[in-house]
T-cell receptor, first 112, second 116 residues
Framework: AQSVTQLGSHVSVSEGALVLLRCNYSSSVPPYLFWYVQYPNQGLQLLLKYTTGATLVKGINGFEAEFKKSETSFHLTKPSAHMSDAAEYFCAVSDPNNDMRFGAGTRLTVKP | GAGVSQTPSNKVTEKGKYVELRCDPISGHTALYWYRQSLGQGPEFLIYFQGTGAADDSGLPNDRFFAVRPEGSVSTLKIQRTERGDSAVYLC??????????????FGPGTRLTVL
């Protein structure tokens, strides 16, 4: 079975600063990895995904993540935070049967 | 085209009552998933269907929870003898299929269940 650990339930950055949200996974098979964003009272929106191929994946809103098999990590980054990035972010891992498991989430706060 | 829809958007019930939550997947999607998201938590897997059959129901917390998908399209999550701890947002997602290749899950807006 697969699982995800998100380090840090809350992350606070200043506007314009680097965003780094950490995610480590456990999987007995080659994983598919995802980052979702959830704005208050809204549904889950896919930010980016890794399935196969290039390990550095780019998503919407300037976010990117790198799959590092040796570190079992899939950290999410954005070079410069914007106020509109404030939201809850979820890392998820799936097996090839699309059986998906989510992390507990990281709440990102962006200070002006 | 239409996305995944869930009804009702909000449901308030009393402890001990029975509730049904409905999910309409994207047309043509053969795989359907139910998740539960408690306050401050990530979505927790409950069950997924491939067609009409439950391919994995290992996430259902106990026998008060049951889900059906009789015609391979609409699914209903049924909760008997509701408890206050069942209060959460119940999310549904669908995908083209499950199998040996990736198929994106598309999420509905959720049903917020409150058990008083």
């Amino acid at each position: 079975a697969q699982s995800v650990t998100q380090l840090g339930s809350h992350v606070s950055v200043s506007e314009g600063a680097l965003v780094l949200l950490r995610c480590n996974y456990s999987s007995s098979v080659p994983p598919y990895l995802f980052w979702y964003v959830q704005y208050p009272n809204q549904g889950l929106q896919l930010l980016l995904k890794y399935t196969t191929g290039a390990t550095l994946v780019k998503g919407i809103n300037g976010f990117e993540a790198e799959f590092k098999k040796s570190e079992t990590s899939f950290h999410l980054t954005k070079p410069s935070a914007h106020m509109s990035d404030a939201a809850e972010y979820f890392c998820a891992v799936s097996d090839p049967n699309n059986d998906m498991r989510f992390g507990a989430g990281t709440r990102l706060t962006v200070k002006p | 085209g239409a996305g995944v829809s869930q009804t009702p958007s909000n449901k308030v019930t009393e402890k001990g009552k029975y509730v049904e939550l409905r999910c309409d997947p994207i047309s043509g999607h053969t795989a359907l998933y139910w998740y539960r998201q408690s306050l401050g938590q990530g979505p927790e897997f409950l069950i997924y269907f491939q067609g009409t059959g439950a391919a994995d129901d290992s996430g259902l917390p106990n026998d008060r929870f049951f889900a059906v998908r009789p015609e391979g399209s609409v699914s209903t999550l049924k909760i008997q003898r509701t408890e206050r701890g069942d209060s959460a947002v119940y999310l549904c997602a669908s995908s083209m299929s499950s199998g040996s290749s990736y198929n994106e899950q598309f999420f509905g807006p959720g049903t917020r269940l409150t058990v008083l």
